[in-house]
């Protein structure tokens, strides 16, 4: 069992940052950050995979990025830039039998998996 715990969310000013964090139990393996926003679809954020490479969705590339501290067990999605637009709930995704993938790989199986472990989420609300 994965469990996957988020924080970090708030409300901030269009240009402003915000970190989001994800304690999990074990992560060796594909995770990433989605977001859905009132009356959208949820989509892909940003991915990790084992190696640590990772892959972005091109609406936040170059102002998000994903990263893990295998020290604090913990998975961080740096938004800086941040606009209205990238107002949404965030969620951790991690999937188990996904291991030793590349970024790009787990970018595109996380999207469709059935079997993902989900945070809880957390609101992010950019104000311009």
């Known amino acids: 069992q994965v469990q996957l715990v988020e924080s970090g969310g708030g409300s901030v000013q269009a240009g402003g940052s915000l970190r989001l964090s994800c304690a999990a139990s074990?992560?060796?393996?594909?995770m990433g950050w989605f977001r859905q926003a009132p009356g959208k679809e949820r989509e892909g954020v940003a991915a990790i995979g084992s190696d640590g490479s990772t892959r972005y969705a091109d609406s936040v590339k170059g102002r998000f990025t994903i990263s893990k501290d295998f020290a604090k067990n913990t998975l961080y999605l740096q938004m800086n830039s941040l606009a209205p637009e990238d107002t949404a709930v965030y969620y951790c995704?991690?999937?188990?039998?996904?291991?030793?993938?590349?970024?790009?790989?787990?970018?595109?199986?996380?999207?469709?998996?059935?079997?993902?472990?989900w945070g809880q989420g957390t609101q992010v609300t950019v104000s311009s």
């Open positions: 995704a991690a999937n188990p039998s996904l291991r030793g993938f590349s970024g790009g790989y787990c970018w595109t199986t996380l999207s469709a998996a059935a079997d993902n472990y």
């Open positions: 074990v992560y060796r393996f594909c």
